[in-house]
T-cell receptor, first 114, second 112 residues
């Protein structure tokens, strides 16, 4: 079946602009995760959605970052007033609720802030 | 100190060699241990996961967990050039299984 998809694959934006990144999880996966991967670094947890529960936002680095998940499926990560340090690959993953250790990742969105 | 430490490499070995990749961790509450493979400009792909201690084998891959030493390993037998990638260890606690902590990854290159 179809895997996790993300769009756009690449995004170049000017400092101070807002950006929206989209994630479409695997059908049937109720859990959705956003991570950030900077060059040569591991994955940094950002936010976690599970069904209709309140999201775990504990990894969001500042209030410029927000995310929503509509209808329990597609999710959008929004970064307002982008800064150069926001440049990274943003990865989305999904899993079944009871199998969070089996996450399936999308290809990521490479964000460059100039 | 990071919760999960992983040697970034790069590690270069000849084709056919046995590869050993390792991570250490500090949180004794970790119970789930995962290994992901990430090719350049792709998302990570789950290779294996282990719950608690012990070994798990899947084809040419073997994962080992030593909780007493807080040390996990991934062995690759008969390594192939297609195994060239970055390998990320990851782990989480029973109480917060959705909060996965990743190592920074080891870059592996298999020379033909």
């Amino acid at each position: 079946g179809a895997g996790v998809s993300q769009s756009p694959s690449n995004k170049v934006t000017e400092k101070g602009k807002d950006v929206e990144l989209r994630c479409d999880p695997i059908s049937g996966h109720t859990a959705l995760y956003w991570y950030r991967q900077s060059l040569g670094q591991g994955l940094e947890f950002l936010i976690y959605f599970q069904g209709n529960s309140a999201p775990d936002k504990s990894g969001l680095p500042s209030d410029r970052f927000s995310a929503e998940r509509t209808g329990g499926s597609v999710s959008t990560l929004t970064i307002q007033r982008t800064q150069q340090e926001d440049s990274a690959v943003y990865l989305c993953a999904s899993s079944f609720r009871l199998r969070p250790y089996e996450q399936y990742f999308g290809p990521g969105t490479r964000l460059t802030v100039t | 100190q990071k919760e999960v430490e992983q040697d970034p490499g790069p590690l270069s070995v000849p084709e056919g060699a046995i590869v050993s990749l390792n991570c250490t961790y500090s949180n004794s509450a970790f119970q789930y241990f995962m290994w992901y493979r990430q090719y350049s400009r792709k998302g990570p792909e789950l290779l294996m996961y282990t719950y608690s201690s012990g070994n798990k084998e899947d084809g040419r891959f073997t994962a080992q967990v030593d909780k007493s030493s807080k040390y996990i390993s991934l062995f690759i037998r008969d390594s192939q050039p297609s195994d060239s990638a970055t390998y990320l260890c990851a782990m989480s606690a029973q109480s917060s299984a959705s909060k996965i902590i990743f190592g920074s990854g080891t870059r592996l290159s298999i020379r033909p």
